[in-house]
T-cell receptor, first 113, second 116 residues
Framework: DAGVTQSPTHLIKTRGQQVTLRCSPI?????VSWYQQVLGQGPQFIFQ???????GRGNFPDRFSARQFPNYSSELNVNALLLGDSALYLC????????????FGSGTRLTVV | GQQLNQSPQSMFIQEGEDVSMNCTSS?????WLWYKQDPGEGPVLLIA?????ELTSNGRLTAQFGITRKDSFLNISASIPSDVGIYFC????????????????FGEGTQLTVNP
């Protein structure tokens, strides 16, 4: 069975640009969460989506947005990129909204120059 | 906001030794989890704890949910080289179980190095 798949694996963007990251959850998982992991730190919660609705948002600016599609896949968008947005962006899926048994993808490494 | 303090930050041990690491919080959680992250990969769930005082094992790993709900520890017995990696604790506070989401607050990680 395929795990959580994220694309792209790496990308480099320039300050001020916009980026879209994609995530496909494990088949049957309805909840998708996004985390940002800056080098040397633990992951930090950005969003949780369940049944196409935002069900939680972390302390991130409005430049960060996301959505979930009918097939439960998800996209994370970041506008007006800053150098500080450079990080590993992790997507995690779980069966239901209250399920802490996340499975994480391998992440997208974003570098902003 | 909630903060998790994880210690130690790093550990260097010999193969076969036992390891202990812990996590403390200034506020309560009703779920504690421990993850391991290898380079270039996402975190992998090792153990999940759902009740205060709970002690759970997974092979050579044992974790406990502190009775105050503000701490947790992870023990690894008889370490082997593949135990190398970064270990993260994470806390969840699902006030309305099943309906209010499952965001996690992560600690800063413990980097474990095992010398053969």
């Amino acid at each position: 069975d395929a795990g959580v798949t994220q694309s792209p694996t790496h990308l480099i963007k320039t300050r001020g640009q916009q980026v879209t990251l994609r995530c496909s959850p494990i088949s049957g998982h309805k909840s998708v969460s996004w985390y940002q992991q800056v080098l040397g730190q633990g992951p930090q919660f950005i969003f949780q989506y369940y049944e196409k609705e935002e069900r939680g948002r972390g302390n991130f600016p409005d430049r960060f947005s996301a959505r979930q599609f009918p097939n439960y896949s998800s996209e994370l968008n970041v506008n007006a990129l800053l150098l500080g947005d450079s990080a590993l962006y992790l997507c995690a899926s779980s069966l239901d909204l209250g399920d802490y048994g996340y499975t994480f993808g391998s992440g997208t490494r974003l570098t902003v120059v | 906001g909630q903060q998790l303090n994880q210690s130690p930050q790093s550990m260097f041990i010999q193969e076969g030794e036992d390891v202990s690491m812990n996590c403390t919080s200034s506020s309560i959680f009703n779920t504690w989890l421990w993850y391991k992250q290898d380079p270039g990969e996402g975190p992998v769930l090792l153990i999940a704890l759902y009740k205060a005082g709970e002690l759970t094992s997974n092979g050579r790993l044992t974790a406990q949910f502190g009775i105050t709900r503000k701490d947790s520890f992870l023990n690894i017995s008889a370490s082997i080289p593949s135990d190398v990696g970064i270990y993260f604790c994470a806390g969840g506070l699902n006030l309305l179980r099943g309906t209010s989401g499952s965001r996690l607050t992560f600690g800063e990680g413990t980097q474990l190095t095992v010398n053969p």
